[in-house]
């Protein structure tokens, strides 16, 4: 990342999260409220994260990922046993564990308002890639090449390209650019058992992702590419596009 962009991006992050977290002040209580009274428990969601990717080594002759770990604060959205019996796993569209408060708030993107506190505190960014869990972003680095380099040398945000453009798992519209070359990123072998497989919808998420970060060497290009996402957030959030 050039040191420039590296500078500009913090104090856009201090000062957009200081702004977000007061204008936001007001609307946490009556989300926590809506929560609590639908499913009571924590309101509050805590869950470790996988950060800024710090290298990969070799152990058992396979690759070892090593990624900078955090704890990510988010409205909870699941009922509260939802992953009692299931372990980790990730949300898929019209997940069944997602409560019908929980619905609004992913689509509307509202479950990620406390994350202004994650980017204050230096854990995350307002823009960037997705944070994944830990434990499914290994499987993930395994199963897709190069899927880990989307975290190098950049933090993960709130928002950011693939967010703005696609559902939480990499779904894309059908009218979108990219579902024209679908069938040479989707199932290229058009295996039946393959139809619909997830990797195939983060396989797109990571190269929207790796757009991204090839913007951030070169100042003019993060500068146009950082504004045109925080400008499309808010439209995102209004049209409660994706899951």
């Known amino acids: 990342m050039d040191w420039k962009v590296r500078i500009a991006k913090r104090a856009l992050d201090v000062v957009s999260s200081t702004v977000g977290l007061m204008l936001t002040a007001p609307v946490m209580p009556m989300i926590a409220a809506a929560i609590y009274i639908e499913s009571p428990g924590p309101v509050i969601f805590r869950q470790k994260r996988a950060g800024q990717l710090l290298g990969v080594s070799k152990k058992n002759g396979g690759p070892e990922f090593q990624f900078v770990e955090f704890e990510m604060f988010k409205f909870r959205s699941m009922r509260v046993d939802a992953e009692k019996y299931t372990g980790a796993v ?40 997705r944070p994944e869990r830990p434990e499914l972003l290994e499987n993930l680095a395994f199963a897709i090449p190069f899927f880990e380099e989307r975290m190098r040398d950049v933090k993960p945000g709130i928002t950011g390209l693939a967010q703005v453009t696609l559902g939480y798992t990499g779904r894309f519209g059908a009218r979108s650019e990219i579902a024209k070359l679908a069938h040479s990123l989707q199932n290229p072998f058009q295996l039946p058992e393959a139809d619909g497989a997830l990797a195939d919808d983060m396989r797109i998420k990571l190269l929207y992702d790796l757009a991204y970060t090839t913007s951030l ?6 500068f146009a590419m950082e504004m045109r996402i925080i400008a499309r957030t808010p439209i995102v959030m209004l049209r409660g596009v994706g899951q």
Not at 93 to 106: A, I, Y
Not at 217 to 222: C, G, R, T, V
């Open 217 to 222: 060497e070169k100042w003019s290009a993060f």
């Open 90 to 129: 990730l949300a898929s569209e019209n997940d069944p564990r997602v409560t019908k408060v929980g619905k609004f708030l992913r689509k509307s993107r509202l479950d990620e308002l406390p994350q202004f506190w994650d980017v204050l505190r230096g854990e995350m960014s307002i823009v960037g890639p």
